[in-house]
């Protein structure tokens, strides 16, 4: 025969068990709606745009070409202003009264690609040429982003 103490513990560990059983579903859900509150994307973006080339490295005769890396609004309407040589300006359009789309540096408007060919003529030295670009609906200027050393063999 049971005794009376035995029958009336086991509600007690039934109802434990129901209550961890809800506790653990709670927390379970606690805890998924935390993980997939923790990994939406932030939608708000509010640094300022930027751009970045890589810097190269040219042998005098070769080509190379560099394409712009960003943040923020996709930019266009690129436009070389400036090109330095060991500190010296060796291209100014304000100065020359025109642009430089041809040798041995070419910017793509559109895209921002960075060719630089036709560099038999050139000598060698640490070349830094600024650009401007449009992003946004703002114009950026960036004085000597893009720094190429030319080598000689």
Same mark, same amino acid.
């Given at each position: 025969?049971? %005794?009376r103490?035995?029958?009336q &513990?086991?509600?007690? =560990?039934?109802?434990? !068990? ?6 653990? &579903? =709670? =927390?379970? @859900?606690?805890? /998924?709606?935390?993980? %997939?509150?923790?990994?939406?994307p +932030? ?6 745009f %930027?751009?970045? $080339? $890589?810097?190269?490295e040219?042998? !005098?005769? *070769? ?6 890396? $960003?943040h923020g609004a ?5 436009? !070389? $202003?400036?090109i ?15 642009v430089?789309? %041809?040798d041995? /540096? /070419? @910017?793509?408007?559109a895209d921002?690609?960075? @060719?630089?060919s036709n560099?038999?003529? =050139?000598k ?7 650009? *401007?670009c449009r992003?946004g609906g +703002? ?8 720094? @190429? ?5």
């Amino acid at each position: 025969m049971i %005794s009376r103490a035995r029958l009336q &513990r086991r509600p007690i =560990l039934k109802n434990n !068990i129901v209550t961890m059983n809800k506790l653990v &579903r =709670l =927390l379970t @859900i606690v805890l /998924f709606g935390c993980i %997939s509150a923790s990994c939406t994307p +932030d939608l708000t973006d509010s640094s300022p745009f %930027s751009l970045h $080339y $890589y810097d190269a490295e040219v042998v !005098i005769g *070769s080509n190379v070409v560099l394409n712009p890396t $960003y943040h923020g609004a996709k930019p266009s309407d690129f436009k !070389i $202003y400036g090109i330095t040589r060991n500190g010296v300006i060796f291209y100014d359009p304000r100065l020359d009264g025109e642009v430089l789309e %041809s040798d041995p /540096f /070419f @910017i793509k408007s559109a895209d921002g690609t960075l @060719i630089v060919s036709n560099t038999s003529d =050139l000598k060698s030295g640490i070349y830094r040429i600024s650009l *401007s670009c449009r992003a946004g609906g +703002d114009r950026y200027e960036y004085p000597e982003l893009v720094t @190429i050393k030319m080598m000689e063999e």
